[in-house]
């Protein structure tokens, strides 16, 4: 089936260091969508993309729908200890109502 | 704000139970779906539902069935637990959009642990 590749797995930062992670794949997606995940909690939904090349911003993190649309990452600037969690990308599929989901990115901030 | 409410955070059950997970979407969403997230696998799609009564297998839909009675109603059964179903269960939903590229909102998951 198809498979979405993200990284880093994981990840140690010191407070205030901008982080980046992507994710890439064989397929053509439609959409992307970033999430994050705190421990014991459902996904939230952090950034929604649409179009191609599309960058948008939520406060201190950007992500950007990779030209290709096979491509995404996502860019957190200025982290802080709040930041902690997982961070899962996520594509549909052109043409159905199925997101294929990235293994995660694990981010710890070093205070 | 989407509420996607799932009706237990922690369930315990054993090995050859029926057990019935429930999920409820206050947003008028047309899709719902149910994942299993295991560590290193992500997450995976067991089923779908874009309407009322109308479902489609996911990835993984061996020892699972739903159903969906109503529309803000999505449940995932497992008709003869087994150990190997212990996992964190995620419900989501989305409106139907015309490209149908719109966002899917989880739940909080339920732990299910089969002893």
């Known amino acids: 089936g198809q498979q979405l590749n993200q990284s880093p797995q994981s990840m140690f930062i010191q407070e205030g260091e901008d982080v980046s992670m992507n994710c890439t794949s064989s397929?053509?997606?439609?959409?992307w969508l970033w999430y994050k995940q705190d421990p014991g909690e459902g996904p939230v939904l952090l950034i929604a993309l649409y179009k191609a090349g599309e960058l948008t911003s939520n406060g201190r993190l950007t992500a950007q729908f990779g030209i290709t649309r096979k491509d995404s990452f996502l860019n957190i600037s200025a982290s802080i200890p709040s930041d902690v969690g997982i961070y899962f990308c996520a594509g549909q599929l052109s043409g159905t109502y199925k997101y294929i989901f990235g293994t995660g990115t694990r981010l710890k901030v070093l205070a | 704000d989407v509420k996607v409410t799932q009706s237990s955070r922690y369930l315990v059950k054993r090995t050859g139970e029926k057990v019935f997970l429930e999920c409820v979407q206050d947003m008028d969403h047309e899709n719902m779906f149910w994942y299993r997230q295991d560590p290193g696998l992500g997450l995976r799609l067991i089923y779908f539902s874009y309407d009322v009564k109308m479902k489609e297998k996911g990835d993984i839909p061996e020892g699972y069935s739903v159903s969906r009675e109503k529309k803000e109603r999505f449940s995932l059964i497992l008709e003869s637990a087994s150990t190997n179903q212990t996992s964190m269960y995620l419900c989501a939903s989305s409106l139907l959009g015309g490209t149908g590229n719109q966002p899917q909102h989880f739940g909080d998951g339920t732990r299910l642990s089969i002893l």
């Open positions: 397929s053509i997606f439609n959409t």
